[in-house]
């Protein structure tokens, strides 16, 4: 089992910064893929951006330049910094860890808005 919580989410105006963090605990040592999605109302939930085996690490095209994922293996987290913010940003955010046995974790989400 893996257990995810999410945190960092909140009102920002364009052009802003933000940064998610997403602290894992349980069977951590399982996990092979850590990654960042979204779901804005009406939208199905998209990849943002992942990190495999701790080198290998994809973005949206819509946040290239953007946004930089990362993960800190001593401390468990995984985090999301997400620069120039733009509206269409605005969606809430989850982490999810998949493992070795191909099972897959989700956190609860955390909201973020880009307005002005």
């Known amino acids: 089992q893996v257990q995810l919580v999410e945190s960092g989410g909140g009102l920002v105006q364009p052009g802003g910064s933000l940064r998610l963090t997403c602290a894992a605990s349980g069977s951590i040592s399982s996990v092979y893929f850590m990654g960042w999605y979204r779901q804005a109302p009406g939208k199905q939930r998209e990849l943002v951006a992942s990190i495999e085996i701790e080198i290998n690490t994809v973005y949206a095209d819509s946040v290239k330049g953007r946004f930089t994922i990362s993960r800190d293996n001593a401390k468990n987290m995984l985090y999301l910094q997400m620069n120039s913010l733009k509206p269409e940003d605005t969606a809430v955010y989850y982490c999810?860890?998949?493992?070795?046995?191909?099972?897959?974790?989700w956190g609860q989400g955390t909201q973020v808005t880009v307005s002005s």
């Open positions: 999810r860890a998949m493992t070795y046995s191909s099972s897959s974790y």
